[in-house]
T-cell receptor, first 115, second 117 residues
Framework: DTGVSQDPRHKITKRGQNVTFRCDPI?????LYWYRQTLGQGPEFLTY????????KSRLLSDRFSAERPKGSFSTLEIQRTEQGDSAMYLC?????????????FGSGTRLTVV | AQKITQTQPGMFVQEKEAVTLDCTYD???????LFWYKQPSSGEMIFLIY??????QNATEGRYSLNFQKARKSANLVISASQLGDSAMYFC??????????????FGAGTRLFVKA
């Protein structure tokens, strides 16, 4: 297993367009997290899944954002009608249920630029 | 509300010397976990070290140690014998249990460390 994979690495889109990002977690990790990181800031929590169930969503996740994790494997994060304020690095992380003493394994992120 | 504060936006250290990165946290939950992550210029967050709120001893992982002062709500990261490859952003983070049954981790704003040759 090569770790958490995110695709694409970079995405440039015009304002108003829809974008979708994909995250493939480590196969035995049943918890999956999405974070957003803007320049000079720490990651901000967006949402997380335990298997296929989305257990919590941040207030940052407006109705333009939706995340899924069908079958508890990979996850997608979709942003509809993108705005310039959506420009950020979107990070995916995963963890095993019982590994509470370990940190997340993060992917390399998807950098979104809305022009 | 839970909160992580890193007061040092940037720090310089001479190669081979030790450096301490500050972190204070605020929570009313008696059970929590504290983490430090490193983010090099490549962008990937790398887990460094973990400290549980009930742990009696300070955590250590190689050249990293966590100076945990529970009463002061402080969890400073100490890097000994700094190397040029330690130059990166460092984030302190705290995890709390959620009523939904899982955990949520929040991050501080980070400290950028520069190691000088």
């Amino acid at each position: 297993d090569t770790g958490v994979s995110q695709d694409p690495r970079h995405k440039i889109t015009k304002r108003g367009q829809n974008v979708t990002f994909r995250c493939d977690p480590i196969s035995e990790h049943n918890r999956l997290y999405w974070y957003r990181q803007t320049l000079g800031q720490g990651p901000e929590f967006l949402t997380y899944f335990q298997n296929e169930a989305q257990l919590e969503k941040s207030r940052l996740l407006s109705d333009r954002f939706s995340a899924e994790r069908p079958k508890g494997s990979f996850s997608t994060l979709e942003i509809q009608r993108t705005e310039q304020g959506d420009s950020a690095m979107y990070l995916c992380a995963s963890r095993k249920d019982r590994d509470s003493n370990y940190g997340y394994t993060f992917g390399s992120g998807t950098r979104l630029t809305v022009v | 509300a839970q909160k992580i504060t890193q007061t040092q936006p940037g720090m310089f250290v001479q190669e081979k010397e030790a450096v301490t990165l500050d972190c204070t946290y605020d929570t009313s939950d008696p059970s929590y976990g504290l983490f430090w992550y490193k983010q090099p210029s490549s962008g990937e967050m790398i887990f460094l070290i973990y400290q549980g709120s009930y742990d009696q001893q300070n955590a250590t992982e190689g050249r990293y140690s966590l100076n945990f002062q529970k009463a002061r709500k402080s969890a400073n990261l100490v890097i000994s014998a700094s190397q040029l490859g330690d130059s990166a952003m460092y984030f302190c983070a705290m995890r709390e249990a959620r009523r939904t049954g899982g955990f949520k981790t929040i991050f501080g704003a980070g400290t950028r460390l520069f190691v000088k040759a």
